[in-house]
């Protein structure tokens, strides 16, 4: 019989902001660093919209502008 699975749903632009806000809380992107939605876009193999998203998250939370 199958056990109780509970998985965590998470859309993309939440894992996107995870993802920046631990590098940028573990010092792997510096103060000041651009972050360039393109490239972030490329890594996560998306378009741009989850990346504003994920970044307008982040703006909220006081961790980049915009």
């Known amino acids: ?9 998470r859309n993309l632009p ?7 806000r631990e590098a940028i809380l573990n010092g792997e992107m510096q103060g000041g660093h651009r972050l360039r939605q393109e490239e972030i876009a490329a890594l996560f ?14 703006e909220a939370q006081g ?3 915009f």
Not at 1 to 9: A, C, N, S, V
Not at 14 to 20: G, Q
Not at 47 to 57: M, T
């Open 45 to 58: 193999g998306t378009s741009l919209i989850p990346v504003r998203e994920g970044l307008r998250r982040l």
């Open 14 to 20: 939440d894992v996107i902001a995870e993802s920046l």
């Open 63 to 65: 961790l980049v502008t």
């Open 1 to 9: 019989m199958l056990k109780d699975l509970t998985i965590k749903k």
